[in-house]
C-alpha cells in the first residue's frame, strides 16, 4: 500500500513543508518536574506548540560539565518518559559540551547535563543532544509527498541564501503536524524563520 | 582567670589584627564532593590557607531560585559536617536570592541554593548565608588582647577610606590563627586588602 501510494505520488516533485525552529529546550519527566518544582507540582502552559506539545511556563537552568551555565530555558510539556535537554550546536560550544546529533528520544551515549529549577537539581548522566532535523507528518501527509516512515530525504529552502538540507529523516505518526524541524542554528545558517517553507526533494 | 585577664590588658587599646578578604566560596561534606565529583573523589589542595584550611582545585557552580548562576566558585577544604555557601551581598543581588548575615555554620533559615559539579548536582534546602565578620584567635591572643571568646568588639581600619566595623564577633579557639574575616564587599568598601591589619577597639 505504502509501495502504491509511493508511486502514485511520484510525479509530485514539489511537496512544501512548514518550518518549525526549535530554541534550545528541556522535556522532563514528571519526577523530575517534582524534583525541581516541588512535590506534585504539574507544568503549567504558556504557548500551544505543533503536535500535542506546550512550552511550559516553567523555565530551568542547565550545566555542563565544564560548569558553565545557561539560564532560563524553556521546558516543553507535556512530561515525558524521558527528560532530554536539546541545545544547538553554538550552545554546546557555550557550555564547552560535546552533545552528539541525535534523534529525539535517543540519548544513549549522549553528554551529562545538570539540570537545575528552583526547588531542586537533577543530574542527567546522559540526555543532551543536539536535535538531529526531520520532518513530522501524518500518514495522509506522507502519502501526498509520496515518502515512508524513517526515509531519508532532501529539502531545499528557496531564499536569499538558498540551502538544501540533505539526511532529513520522515516521521510519520498519526498524531503528528505536517511540520519540518530545524534548530536556531540551522535556522540562522539558512536565513529561515518558523512559518517559512521549503520542499522536498527525493 | 579571663576577667583577670582582661583586666590586665585594659590599657592595651591597640591591639592589632591582620585582614583576611574572603571571596565567595563553598564548604561541603565528603557525601557531597562525592554526589558533584564522582564516587570516592577527595579534594584536592591548591593553596593553604589560615586555620588547616585550603583552597581546593575544584570548583563548582551555584544557581539560586531565581534560576541565576554563578560559575566557578571554590571549595575550600577539608570538608565539613554541613554544605554551606558563603556569598557576598553583590553576589546575593546578582543572584536575585535573600542570603540572610551569619555565622558560618549557623546556616538555619538561609537561603535555598543548588551546587553543580561535574559529575552531579545537590539541591541545599538551606545553606547560603552571607558570613558575618569575625576575628579568629587562639586563647594567648584574647588574653593579650584582652577579650574573650564570643565578645562583640569594633575594628578600626585605618586607611585612606578610614573605617570602623562594629558588632564584630571575636571566635577563640586552640586551633585558629590570629586574623579578621571580611569578605569582598566589607573589603571593597573599606579599601582593604587581605594582609592589611587593623586595630580592635572596645
Not at 515525558?80 to 551515549?109: C, F, H, Y
Request: aromatic letters at 4%; charged letters at 25%; proline letters at 3%.
Amino acid at each position: 500500500m505504502v509501495l502504491k501510494a509511493m508511486k502514485e505520488n511520484n510525479s509530485e516533485n514539489d511537496y512544501s513543508v512548514p518550518i518549525g525552529v526549535s530554541a534550545r529546550h528541556v522535556h522532563l519527566t514528571q519526577e523530575h518536574v517534582e524534583v525541581l518544582f516541588g512535590k506534585g507540582y504539574e507544568l503549567t502552559k504558556k504557548k500551544e506548540l505543533m503536535g500535542g506539545q506546550y512550552a511550559s511556563n516553567e523555565l530551568v537552568t542547565i550545566v555542563g560539565y565544564k560548569l558553565r551555565a545557561m539560564e532560563n530555558v524553556r521546558i516543553l510539556g507535556p512530561v515525558r518518559k524521558m527528560s532530554q535537554v536539546e541545545i544547538s550546536k553554538t550552545d554546546a560550544i557555550k557550555l564547552g559540551i560535546k552533545a552528539p546529533i541525535k534523534e529525539s528520544g535517543d540519548i544513549k551515549g549522549s553528554a551529562p547535563i545538570s539540570i537545575v529549577g528552583p526547588k531542586g537539581a537533577v543530574y542527567l548522566e546522559e540526555g543532551c543532544i543536539v536535535a538531529k532535523r526531520h520532518i513530522h507528518m501524518a500518514p495522509t501527509d506522507a502519502k501526498a509527498a509520496g515518502v515512508v516512515n524513517g526515509q531519508v530525504v532532501s529539502v531545499k529552502a528557496d531564499n536569499e541564501r538558498g540551502t538544501t538540507f540533505n539526511h532529513v529523516t520522515i516521521r510519520v505518526d498519526a498524531s503528528y503536524t505536517l511540520e519540518m524541524h530545524i534548530d536556531t542554528d540551522e535556522a540562522n545558517a539558512a536565513g529561515i524563520a518558523t512559518g517559512d517553507t521549503a520542499i522536498i526533494i527525493k
